[in-house]
Nanobody, 123 residues
């Protein structure tokens, strides 16, 4: 069964750091671009960052630039989202998804999605 599983969500204090994981089973992430996305309550899902098969990264959201990074560990078949200097407005369900190439167009991410993991930034 082909599956993506996000993990690492939780409650984080403002200004803190946190790392999310996106692990694939049933297929190898080496051959895919991976994107991280989030959806806050009452808001549309938005793209954050993407990493290509060549480890080229692209940032899709200005509000996370310089605070969030994406990197992969192919040996663990996992992609990570490192989040620093977290703010209450970063509270959302975070998702990862795969496709052949990075794109900022959300509708084009139509291959595999994880189930999401909740991150709450609050004191």
């Amino acid at each position: 069964q082909l599956q993506l599983v996000e993990s690492g969500g939780g409650l984080v204090q403002p200004g803190g750091s946190h790392r999310l994981s996106c692990t694939a089973s049933g297929f190898t992430l080496d051959y895919y671009a991976i994107g991280w996305f989030r959806q806050a309550p009452g808001a549309e899902r938005e793209g954050l960052l993407c990493i290509t098969t060549s480890d080229v990264t692209t940032n899709y959201l200005d509000s996370v630039k310089g605070r969030f990074t994406i990197f992969r560990d192919n040996a663990k078949n996992t992609v990570y989202l490192q989040m620093n200097n977290l703010k209450p407005e970063d509270t959302a369900v975070y998702y990862c998804a795969v496709r052949r190439y990075c794109t900022p167009h959300l509708a084009a991410w139509d291959e595999y999605w994880g189930q999401g993991t909740q991150v709450t930034v609050s004191s």
